[in-house]
């Protein structure tokens, strides 16, 4: 079965710290796709990343930066110099490459993690 | 307007009430979804649409039915619920092909309060 893990329920940081957003998952599929979202106080998922299985290069937009290890099946997510907009409940996914039925898999949230910055 | 809408956004309805939550994406998509998330519980995923036809209903209970009349629109009709439903109901859509995954784009959400 396909499980997302956050372990961190809330993080609280000062404005221009960095910090790390952990995601662990299982799949039993060798296919697969990995997702961050951002919820901010208005509600709205913000897509921010999708990464495939077959790639485990890390990625760095802007101040975010995300960290792909299979070995491990951890997919995290930094924020570097964190500012106050970064508040919000940041949500991993997982989704397998196509079901059965020759759709594409559902997303798989984990729990989330709330991220509160302070000034 | 862009993107995903949803209608209404606040909804407080007692549990003999029948409503409709409204969905609506202007993004050419061809995959809709509903969400309920609520605090004690992870993202659920209640149903799918592709290309208009359900292709998921997650054990959803039926006083939860919904409607998808074109691949742009999708309804949620609400008869007789429970305080539980209490929740925040997201609407979803996404790009379905079968080369590769593409991410789902997310409505504002409906916060619905059930007296």
């Known amino acids: 079965a396909q499980k997302v893990t956050q372990a961190q329920t809330e993080i609280s940081v000062v404005e221009k710290e960095d910090v790390t957003l952990d995601c662990v998952y299982e799949?039993?599929?060798?296919?697969?796709?990995l997702f961050w979202y951002k919820q901010p106080p208005s509600g709205e998922l913000v897509f921010l990343i999708r990464?495939?299985?077959?790639?485990?290069q890390n990625e760095i937009s802007g101040r975010y930066s995300w960290n792909f290890q299979k070995s491990t099946s951890s997919f995290n997510f930094t924020i570097t110099a964190s500012q106050v907009v970064d508040s919000a409940v940041y949500f991993c996914a997982l989704s397998d490459y196509l079901n059965y039925g020759g759709s594409q898999g559902n997303l798989i949230f984990g729990k989330g993690t709330k991220l509160s910055v302070k000034p | 307007e862009t993107g995903v809408t949803q209608t209404p956004r606040h909804l407080v309805m007692g549990m003999t009430n029948k409503k409709s939550l409204k969905c609506e994406q202007h993004?050419?998509?061809?995959?809709m979804y509903w969400y309920k998330q609520s605090a004690k519980k992870p993202l659920e995923l209640m149903f799918v649409y592709n290309f208009k036809e359900q292709t998921e209903n997650n054990s959803v209970p039926s006083r939860f039915s919904p409607e998808c009349p074109n691949s742009s629109h999708l309804f949620l009709h609400l008869h007789t619920l429970q305080p539980e439903d209490s929740a925040l109901y997201l609407c979803a859509s996404s790009l379905q092909t079968l080369a590769n995954y593409n991410e789902q784009f997310f409505g504002p959400g409906t916060r619905l309060t059930v007296l």
């Open positions: 990464r495939n299985s077959f790639d485990e």
């Open positions: 799949t039993r599929d060798t296919t697969y796709y």
């Open positions: 993004l050419g998509h061809n995959a």
